[in-house]
């Protein structure tokens, strides 16, 4: 099982950016997968999650708005699209994979390497 | 602030008995399944337990969790100096339909 995002890089406030994780070593359109980020020096922060046909999506306030995750069972590839980039979203960013398709009974089993991001002007 | 409450630090020395405590609410703790997650330096999270007990092919037997209402606890036994990592309690919270994190302990091995 493998996860690799790509898509991160330095961008300016306001901009947009997409974020992909390229999952192999499994079915992927089995499983839900997640977007959690990691602000530097702090502690981990759930994000999304989209179910493993893309019917149900999940997100944190704080993503609901700017933030849109989305699949593509084809490509094996989870994105997840950041609008009006702020400096507070200055984070790494893993995709993850959910053990269960049940959110409440879910654990994230297998995890990439993580997209890093910076929003500055 | 962490909608999970765990202690910032801990700290034990090579040998002994630590816990991690993570406190939640009838929300997330009480009725659904809590995870813990251990991240060694400049990498990504590892799932450590799952479903408040369980632990994936290739942990010890060292690590160990529970969980009593609205709170979950994860023991390490047998302390190593390779244990040294931020430990993260996670569960999912029914009232804000998401994920929740604790803000992560880290341990240091003295």
């Known amino acids: 099982v493998q996860m690799v995002e790509s898509g991160g890089g330095v961008v300016q406030p306001g901009r947009s950016l997409r974020l992909s994780c390229v999952a192999s070593g499994f079915t992927f359109n089995f499983f839900t997968m997640h977007w959690v980020r990691q602000a530097p020096g702090k502690g981990l922060d759930w994000v999304a999650l989209i179910s493993y046909d893309g019917s149900d999506k999940y997100y944190a306030d704080s993503a609901k708005g700017r933030f849109t995750i989305s699949r593509d069972n084809s490509k094996n590839t989870v994105y997840l699209q950041i609008n009006s980039l702020r400096p507070d979203d200055t984070a790494v960013y893993y995709c993850?994979?959910?053990?269960?398709?049940?959110?409440?009974?879910?654990?994230?089993?297998?995890w990439g390497q993580g997209s890093r991001v910076t929003v500055s002007s | 602030q962490s909608v999970l409450t765990q202690p910032p630090s801990a700290s034990g020395t090579p040998g002994q008995r630590v816990s991690i405590s993570c406190s939640g609410s009838s929300s997330n703790i009480e009725t659904n399944t809590v995870n813990w997650y251990q991240q060694l330096p400049g990498t990504a999270p590892k799932l450590l337990i799952y479903?408040?007990?369980q632990r994936p092919s290739g942990v010890p037997d060292r690590f160990s969790g529970s969980k009593s209402g609205t709170s979950a606890s994860l023991a390490i036994s047998g302390l190593r100096s390779e244990d040294e990592a931020d430990y993260y309690c996670?569960?999912?919270?029914?009232?804000?339909?998401?994920?929740?994190f604790g803000g992560g302990t880290k341990l240091t091995v003295l």
């Open positions: 479903a408040n007990n």
């Open positions: 993850a994979r959910a053990s269960t398709n049940l959110p409440s009974s879910a654990s994230l089993d297998f």
């Open positions: 996670s569960s999912w919270d029914d009232g804000l339909k998401g994920g929740v």
